[in-house]
């Protein structure tokens, strides 16, 4: 129970829980690590067909730890913007990476705070629930950085350019009502429904036909640079190979059988 990330598995459901409660689960390298690799590890294990992320104790994630002693050391007064560099190109930009190319589904179940990259890890996920007391800060301005983990990018599109900017430049706590009457997050739930609900969710995504869950998120990506004639192209092209696999045949012949699906392709 010391791991600083815990690793369980109820049905098809794979729930990484970051567990440093009394630093607010800022990210260590060892807990960026960890976590990438448990991802990587879900990704390849056939039984997992949901993912659920969430923090122990009051915090989702504070963002970068930042006195982690591995990193820390290595700033000297010249070398601190190289050694930041080296953090996102070896920890934070992999892991965002990760998250947004996992072969299934990922939801985010912001239990409690989420700062600086843990907000934007969160906000890079398929689905983000937070319970009522949740909150969300672009930290990243207070102490002289731009919002990273995808934050600049996920922002703006999430809310558009004048809620971004107000939300990064002035770095103020955002509860989570708020965040999901903008539309940054999907739904906020009754705090002792969080777990539940998260699980309830995972479960019912990882039922479901996972390719097409998977292809949806990759064509929303790439929709969002894309005129809409060549959206109708991909959406076109993804279809077509859907429509050989094995999940639409039995999705289809089940609707017309008027009997429950069992969906399969990973
Ligand atoms: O190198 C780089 O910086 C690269 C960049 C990477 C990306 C980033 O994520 S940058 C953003 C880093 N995160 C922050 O700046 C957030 C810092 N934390 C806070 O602003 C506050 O802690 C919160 C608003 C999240 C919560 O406030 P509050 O009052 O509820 O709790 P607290 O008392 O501040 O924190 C409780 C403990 O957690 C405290 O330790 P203590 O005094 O009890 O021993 C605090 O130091 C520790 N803690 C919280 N956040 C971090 C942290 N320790 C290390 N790193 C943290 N980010």
Redesign the pocket.
């Known amino acids: 129970a010391d791991a600083a990330l815990l690793i369980s598995q109820e049905g098809a459901v794979r729930t990484l829980s970051f567990n440093r409660p ?3 689960n ?2 260590t390298a060892q807990l960026l690590a960890q976590t990438r690799a448990a991802l990587d590890e879900a990704a390849e294990d056939a039984s997992v067909r949901a993912v659920v992320i969430t923090g122990t104790g ?2 989702f994630c ?7 002693p591995l ?1 820390k050391p290595e ?1 000297g007064a010249d070398a601190r913007p190289k ?2 560099g080296h ?2 190109d070896n920890y ?1 930009i992999p892991l965002a990476l990760r998250v947004r190319s996992m072969p299934v589904p990922v939801i985010a179940a912001v239990n409690g ?1 989420a ?4 907000a934007n890890l969160a906000l890079g996920c398929d689905l983000v629930i937070a319970a009522e007391s949740a909150s969300f ?1 672009q ?2 301005s ?2 002289g ?1 731009v919002p ?2 995808g934050g600049t990018w996920l922002l703006t599109r999430l809310v558009g350019r004048a809620k971004a900017m107000e939300l990064a430049l002035l770095g103020d ?1 955002l509860p989570a009502p708020e965040a999901a009457r903008l539309g940054l997050i999907a739904r906020v739930v009754p705090n002792e429904d969080l777990a539940a609900t998260a699980q309830a969710l995972a479960t019912r995504l990882a039922g479901m036909p996972t390719r097409a869950l998977v292809e949806t998120r990759q064509a929303f990506d790439e929709a969002l640079s894309l005129n809409f004639e060549d959206a109708l192209k991909l959406e076109a092209v993804m279809q077509s190979q859907l429509g050989f696999a094995h999940d639409y045949l039995e999705g289809a012949a089940a609707f017309l059988e008027k009997r429950t699906p069992v969906f399969k392709d990973r």
Do not use: H
């Open positions: 009394a630093a607010l800022a990210f009051r915090a504070a963002g970068q730890d930042l006195s982690d990193i700033f050694d930041i953090l996102l934070y705070v700062a600086g990259a843990g800060i930290a990243f207070k102490i950085l990273d983990c706590k």
